[in-house]
């Protein structure tokens, strides 16, 4: 079975900082990967996707992928309440297979 | 825009009906996957359909069949609800390609009583 791990949190940064949020990956085959934030009682809605290893930047959020390490990260700077939500990490092969998600708490 | 469609935002049922989730994509995907997602245990597979008439179990199948008769739609089935299928169901879907993102949908929030 292909496992996604997230730490679930809740992760709490103060509004400003920088939060980081982990994920790791039991197959060595996946392909793509993925960061979804979830609202409370939302769908998830997708924040970046890499495919390559090294880093990929969107705004003040930025993607890491180390494939050696099976390793995937999500950074975002300059943190604002409205951040606050559960980061789903996601892998695709194939399927696609989903951490538990890690919750983020940004205080004001 | 993409759009994943779910038939109902909540949904309440009798434990031992026969239920019936309906999710309609627009978007000729020809991935289409429902997940439950519970707390603590995030979104967990329970089919996944690759094609017409096609489809895979997931990772917990019990008590759920599918069905999908047109590429746009993919049905999920209780077969005889019961209370521990109390959850908040995710319908979504992608392209085959391995470098596009699922969409989803607006989720089914379902109670059996």
């Known amino acids: 079975q292909k496992e996604v791990e997230q730490n679930s949190g809740p992760l709490s940064v103060p509004e400003g900082a920088i939060a980081s949020l982990n994920c790791t990956y039991s197959?060595?085959?996946?392909?793509?990967f993925f960061w979804y934030r979830q609202y409370s009682g939302k769908s998830p809605e997708l924040i970046m996707s890499?495919?390559?290893?090294g880093d990929k930047e969107d705004g003040r959020f930025t993607a890491q992928l180390n494939k050696a390490s099976q390793y995937v990260s999500l950074l975002i700077r300059d943190s604002q309440p409205s951040d606050s939500a559960t980061y789903l990490c996601?892998?695709?092969?194939?399927?696609?297979?989903f951490g538990s998600g890690t919750k983020l708490n940004v205080k004001p | 825009d993409v759009k994943v469609t779910q038939s109902s935002r909540y949904l309440v049922k009798r434990t031992g009906e026969k239920v019936f989730l309906e999710c309609v994509q627009d978007?000729?995907?020809?991935?289409m996957f429902w997940y439950r997602q519970d707390p603590g245990l995030g979104l967990r597979l329970i089919y996944f359909?690759?094609?017409?008439?096609?489809?895979e179990k997931g990772d917990i199948p019990e008590g759920y069949s599918v069905s999908r008769e047109k590429k746009e739609r993919f049905s999920l089935i209780l077969e005889s609800a019961s209370t521990n299928q109390t959850s908040m169901y995710l319908c979504?879907?992608?392209?085959?390609?391995?470098?596009?993102?699922?969409?989803f949908g607006q989720g089914t929030r379902l109670t059996v009583v």
């Open positions: 197959d060595r085959g996946s392909q793509s």
């Open positions: 359909s690759y094609d017409v008439k096609m489809k």
């Open positions: 978007m000729d995907h020809e991935n």
């Open positions: 890499i495919y390559s290893n």
């Open positions: 996601a892998v695709k092969f194939n399927k696609f297979y």
């Open positions: 979504a879907s992608t392209l085959v390609s391995s470098n596009t993102e699922a969409f």
